[in-house]
T-cell receptor, first 116, second 115 residues
Framework: GAGVSQTPSNKVTEKGKYVELRCDPI?????LYWYRQSLGQGPEFLIY????????DSGLPNDRFFAVRPEGSVSTLKIQRTERGDSAVYLC??????????????FGEGSRLTVL | AQKITQTQPGMFVQEKEAVTLDCTYD???????LFWYKQPSSGEMIFLIY??????QNATEGRYSLNFQKARKSANLVISASQLGDSAMYFC????????????FGQGTILTVHP
């Protein structure tokens, strides 16, 4: 597609369950980012991929959060043993630029996660 | 480390008038970038404008301009000739060093444009 695609757009789950959120970046974009946006706040950085590898995962809040990008395109954010505090909109963004240059980030519309 | 402060939770402007959205930043990096993004109710973040720390001139993109005052560490967004479609949440963000995609966002300002 033309833009960054995220699925599902909405996910409701119960506390303790496992969830996966998918991001399909713009074709050819080597850099992919995950952000989390809580209600009334600005997005917070979670993790950055350059190609297949996680170049910076310093924003992941704890070891329940994990992300992969096995073929350097689609990425999946995985959350184990979900907690109510994980409820937020998870935003994915991609960029054509590599490190050392500025680059516009293209964001998807996000996956809204609600943990009951 | 990066920090962004947006002190205006909400702003109102009359259609066709100009509005300034405030942003101050703090950073320990010598080289950094400043960004503004727009987030309409759909939730998607839309890039508006970028200013590099070594750029001597203020950035402009159509009706958007960034008033960059390095000594004051401010990067205010000016929207000229406001349109109804400008009503949205606006976020200022910065990034340092070589990680320009690793953005630190402020808390945002909700802009409402009145007809």
């Amino acid at each position: 597609g033309a833009g960054v695609s995220q699925t599902p757009s909405n996910k409701v789950t119960e506390k303790g369950k496992y969830v996966e959120l998918r991001c399909d970046p713009i074709s050819g974009h080597t850099a992919l980012y995950w952000y989390r946006q809580s209600l009334g706040q600005g997005p917070e950085f979670l993790i950055y991929f350059q190609g297949t590898g996680a170049a910076d995962d310093s924003g992941l809040p704890n070891d329940r959060f994990f992300a992969v990008r096995p073929e350097g395109s689609v990425s999946t954010l995985k959350i184990q043993r979900t907690e109510r505090g994980d409820s937020a909109v998870y935003l994915c963004a991609s960029s054509a630029m590599t490190g050392g240059d500025t680059g516009e980030l293209f964001f998807g519309e996000g996956s809204r996660l609600t943990v009951l | 480390a990066q920090k962004i402060t947006q002190t205006q939770p909400g702003m109102f402007v009359q259609e066709k008038e100009a509005v300034t959205l405030d942003c101050t930043y703090d950073t320990s990096d010598q080289s950094y970038g400043l960004f503004w993004y727009k987030q309409p109710s759909s939730g998607e973040m839309i890039f508006l404008i970028y200013q590099g720390s070594y750029d001597e001139q203020n950035a402009t993109e159509g009706r958007y301009s960034l008033n960059f005052q390095k000594a004051r560490k401010s990067a205010n967004l000016v929207i000229s000739a406001s349109q109804l479609g400008d009503s949205a949440m606006y976020f200022c963000a910065n990034a340092g060093g070589t990680s320009y995609g690793k953005l630190t966002f402020g808390q945002g300002t909700i802009l409402t444009v009145h007809p």
